[in-house]
């Protein structure tokens, strides 16, 4: 095991307390730009690739796979809620979710994107922390799973992103690509020496891929393909990628596919039914409001997340001057 210092030591020790989430927080302020800020752009890109694919598109080659044969159904329910489940054929723990909410897209994303609410939703989750803000919208999370007998519960340190999008596609009908407003959360493993592995606690360090939610409108298509009453509905996309370290028996995997993904979904969905309906992101405006941007009522305007993320990529590889004119639009989101 390796030997930390003490106050690392002891940082570790509080992540792991099995209290409630809280905001421990290291702030530096909400600079547009940050060390993460190309990682975040790139994630953001890739996530939207997956995330925006048609059935037909996510099985072909090229698709994310580079093979025909790309994913497999796990499973496929309708009641409570509509919930399809499918598993990666050479990724032991990477699934494709597409389930549907009784509510609207923000009011859906302003529960699924709070790292500090995750537990009251998702059974995997044992804690979460902030660990530090990098910017609007951008921030590094620590996250503790509970442990699946017979193996050890595993943590993670993720870089994440949550932002509004406008999505350039065609109707969802037969659950197709998505069009109009979206709300984007994404993550994916880094390393940070402030957090260091804690063997020591039985914990397991596991490195999350790209993952996440992708909220748009549930389309009129949608809605009438799986018999949803009413024309308030959003549809999820969500992403899970990882490699968990260690030894995992295929129970687990199958138990985590079949059983604890389906109750927590449908716990959620239950939850956002019962919940009051929001007119305006209020994570969004929070995060706007700490970064001193735009004024707190309102979320940032969505942007085409493809062309946004390409920009500022092609941005900072043409030099100085592109990197200062792209940091003054970014601080406008």
């Known amino acids: 095991v390796p030997t930390a210092t003490a106050a690392a030591a002891a940082a570790a020790a509080g992540l792991l307390e099995p209290a409630q989430p809280q905001e421990d927080v290291d702030d530096k302020g909400a600079a547009s730009r940050h060390s993460y800020a190309e990682q975040c752009d790139a994630m953001e890109k890739m996530f ?28 496929s329910l309708t009641d409570p809620y509509s919930i399809t489940i499918q598993g990666h054929k050479t990724k032991p723990f990477c699934f494709r979710i597409v389930f549907y ?18 537990h009251e939703w998702d059974e995997l989750i044992d804690s979460a922390r902030l660990v530090e803000k990098l910017g609007h919208g951008d921030a590094i999370h620590y996250i503790k799973m509970k442990a699946i007998w017979p193996t050890a519960a595993r943590d993670s340190v993720l870089l994440a992103r949550i932002t509004e999008v406008a999505i350039n596609g065609t109707a969802g009908g037969g659950g197709g690509r998505p069009r109009g407003r979206g709300f984007l959360n994404v993550s994916q493993s880094i390393e940070d020496s402030r957090i260091p592995e804690n063997t020591a606690a039985g914990l397991v360090r596991m490195e999350a891929g790209i993952a996440g939610q992708l909220v748009t409108e549930a389309s009129r298509e949608d809605r009438e393909r799986l018999g949803l009453v009413g024309d308030r509905w959003c549809r999820v996309v ?15 995997l199958k138990f985590v596919a079949t059983q604890a993904l389906p109750r927590s979904l449908n716990k959620v969905c239950a939850q956002l039914a019962a919940m009051p309906v929001a007119a305006e992101s209020q ?51």
């Open 101 to 118: 909410a009784p509510t609207t897209p923000i009011t859906a994303f302003d529960l699924l994107a709070d790292v500090l609410r995750r």
């Open 283 to 333: 994570l969004l405006a929070r995060l706007a409001a700490q970064a001193g941007g735009k004024k707190a009522a309102a979320s940032p305007p969505p942007r085409d997340a493809a062309a946004a993320a390409d920009s500022r990529l092609a941005a900072r590889e043409a030099g100085p001057a592109a990197d200062d004119d792209d940091s003054n639009d970014s601080a406008d989101q």
């Open 238 to 252: 969500q992403i899970a990628d990882g490699d968990l370290k260690g030894w995992i028996p295929t129970s687990v």
């Open 48 to 75: 939207m690739e997956m995330a925006t694919q048609t059935q037909t598109e996510a099985d072909s080659p090229g698709g994310g796979g580079g093979n025909s044969s790309q994913w497999t159904p796990f499973l």
